[in-house]
């Protein structure tokens, strides 16, 4: 996957597209994927980096959504678990089950939460990864090291997916690009093309060169998240706004904030949010937060009051309560919900995590909400709709048991030793950030350190401290000087804050 073959297609003008998605992050590539599976002429354009923004901020599960349950939504639950099944399949190198407990420290709570659980294996059906266990107190003790034992009465034990989201989407790029699409990050879309009210094309904008191309396409896919409303409005620019965005941050922790390989999952806090603590990549991560309003921003910052509400519940129900200073990483994105007139305003807590479709009058096809479990499904749909918008040739879909490429290596240091490593306390080499560069279209010092690798996320100040040997590994390899490696430097301390 070589960024500048993918930006000669773009600047041939005899090329004539099918389908041109906008948007980058999850669903996006997951439209390039179906779409090029299919054998559609199909190109994506991504304004950042492939899953810059909510995509790589995920809490890394792929599930069927325990809590949707409780809000009664049985269809959106049984869909989750059809596409874990899939993606557990689809990508087995990122996506693995993972065990979770959910602590009871009342009698009651053991029975109920197993009834509910009980429930998302029947759902489950063939895709269920193993029956619902009720351990006793002694067991989830064993299982969680540092769960507060003082009234624990056992808990109930189930599987979902864990995955690496981030190099997912690096997974899919590739595999779209493998098929044939023509998949670039780091371009902005800057205009919508039309003749006599219809859209039939677009202008983007390379972010390296600053070079414009003009491309035709039949079919024009928003498939931009949070970001979905500012393309509507390049399309009708009296449009009202659908995207009701949530910020939800995580903190990562040391292992030993948990003890063992097991998540815990505490599924009522005080004001009704789901909490989870969850073993990723040798660290813990703790969240998540439900804040709104938030602005529409491509790197949104935690804010101190989530900080200190996810250490004061971590704190209920973990012996060792984490403190600031234990934080080795925060991480804050934005969920793109959407809320429809008839909501009335009501809170993000309460709005489903199910996607839309629908189409403007120009000929926009929007497809946004979601979630990253269910981004096969959505695009699917997405595709069967632009492929009747555009008049293309009826195919079916590909995907449901299409092998994603990843060729990467860069989460485990290899048995030959240490040598070459970022930093001691990361598991990343430079020969991960060569890889990066050369196969898989990182342009910039965040591209490497927060998504080629997951640096930033799992020690910000071991990512710092390996900076800038690696904007100079870079620099060399992309023709760039002392300048751009000071730029680059400066811009990632500013995101990380």
Wanted: aromatic share 6%; net charge neutral; with cysteine.
């Amino acid at each position: 996957m070589h960024r500048p073959d993918q930006l000669a297609r773009l600047a041939d003008s005899s090329e004539k597209w099918d389908i041109l998605i906008i948007g980058g992050g999850a669903t996006g590539l997951a439209v390039a994927v179906d779409a090029a599976s299919r054998g559609y002429r199909t190109a994506l354009l991504e304004q950042a980096d492939f899953s810059e923004s909510t995509s790589s901020k995920s809490t890394k599960l792929i599930h069927g959504g325990v809590r949707y349950l409780r809000s009664g939504e049985i269809g959106l639950v049984r869909e989750s678990l059809r596409e874990r099944g899939r993606l557990l399949r689809n990508a087995p190198r990122l996506v693995k089950p993972l065990d979770f407990v959910v602590p009871a420290y009342r009698w009651h709570e053991r029975f109920y939460y197993g009834a509910g659980l009980t429930l998302y294996d029947l759902l489950a059906g063939r895709e269920g990864l193993g029956a619902t266990g009720h351990p006793g107190a002694a067991g989830v003790a064993e299982r969680v090291p540092n769960l507060r034992i003082e009234g624990l009465r056992g808990g109930t034990l189930y599987q979902d997916g864990q995955f690496d989201d981030a190099r997912l989407a690096v997974a899919m790029a590739r595999t779209a690009a493998a098929r044939g699409a023509a998949v670039v990050n780091h371009c902005r879309v800057e205009e919508l093309v039309k003749e006599n009210g219809r859209l039939t094309g677009v202008v983007v904008r390379d972010g390296v060169t600053g070079r414009d191309h003009r491309l035709e396409g039949k079919v024009i896919v928003n498939a931009t998240g949070v970001f979905t409303d500012s393309v509507r409005r390049m399309d009708e620019p009296g449009a009202e706004g659908v995207i009701r965005p949530s910020q939800g941050i995580h903190l990562v922790l040391d292992r030993r904030f948990l003890g063992g390989d097991t998540a815990v999952m505490i599924p009522k806090t005080e004001d009704g949010r789901v909490l989870f603590a969850i073993p990723w990549k040798n660290r813990v991560l703790l969240g998540t937060t439900d804040t709104e309003p938030v602005p529409v921003e491509l790197h949104p910052r935690a804010r101190e009051e989530e900080i200190e509400y996810l250490l004061r519940h971590a704190g209920r129900y973990l012996r060792e309560a984490p403190e600031r200073g234990d934080v080795r990483a925060i991480f804050a994105g934005l969920r793109p919900l959407v809320s429809p007139p008839e909501s009335g305003g009501a809170s993000s807590a309460k709005l489903s995590r199910s996607h839309s479709i629908f189409l403007s009058d120009g000929g926009l096809l929007t497809i946004t909400g979601g979630k990253w479990t269910t981004c096969r499904q959505m695009a699917e749909e997405a595709v069967d709709r632009a492929a009747s918008l555009g008049d293309l040739p009826k195919r079916p879909c590909q995907t449901a048991d299409l092998t994603l490429l990843d060729e990467s290596s860069a989460d485990a240091v290899e048995a030959a030793g240490e040598s070459g490593l970022l930093d001691e306390a990361l598991p990343y080499r430079f020969s991960d950030v060569e890889r990066a560069v050369r196969e898989e279209m990182a342009l910039t010092l965040d591209d490497v350190l927060s998504r080629r690798t997951r640096a930033t996320f799992l020690d910000e100040a071991a990512a710092r401290r390996c900076a800038p040997a690696v904007a100079a590994k870079m620099a060399e390899m992309l023709g760039r000087d002392e300048a751009w490696i000071a730029g680059e430097i400066a811009r990632m301390e500013e995101r990380l804050g």
